[in-house]
């Protein structure tokens, strides 16, 4: 981590080592800046987590997903459109594309060159 003149750098899975800080700061208490700077990387890695745990949900939800030609008996597209209904599913994929599109049916006929 380098930021505002300061040079951190992991050193083992809990340590970090410090090699530079700004020349500025020439009488700034050391213990204070350590608990301050081990304060900021707990939050650091707390949201390194989230975020992973983020990633793998969003990698199983788009595992378990309908895929593109997959075959779907009846009582499931009924179900799936029950849930889209009563909104208990999103309209986009774990990666945020849609699901769904609105067609007017003036596109709708353009599409099949029906449009007159």
């Known amino acids: ?4 003149g300061f040079e951190i750098e992991e050193f083992g899975r809990y340590s970090y080592q410090i090699r ?18 081990n304060g900021l990387l ?3 890695r707390k949201l390194k987590q989230k975020e992973l745990i983020r ?9 378990a997903a309908v895929k593109g030609g997959q075959a779907l008996d ?20 774990p990666h945020g594309r849609p699901i769904m599109l609105k067609l007017s049916k003036a596109e709708l006929e353009k599409r099949f060159k029906r449009q007159v």
Do not use: H, R
């Open 74 to 93: 009846k009582s499931e597209i009924t179900n799936l459109l029950n849930m889209i209904k009563d909104e208990q599913i999103p309209l986009t994929c």
């Open 20 to 37: 530079a800080v700004p020349a500025v700061l020439t009488s700034f208490s050391l213990d204070g800046f350590t608990l301050l700077l």
């Open 42 to 44: 707990k939050d650091e």
């Open 1 to 4: 981590m380098l930021a505002l």
């Open 55 to 63: 990633e793998e949900l969003i990698m199983m939800s788009c595992k």
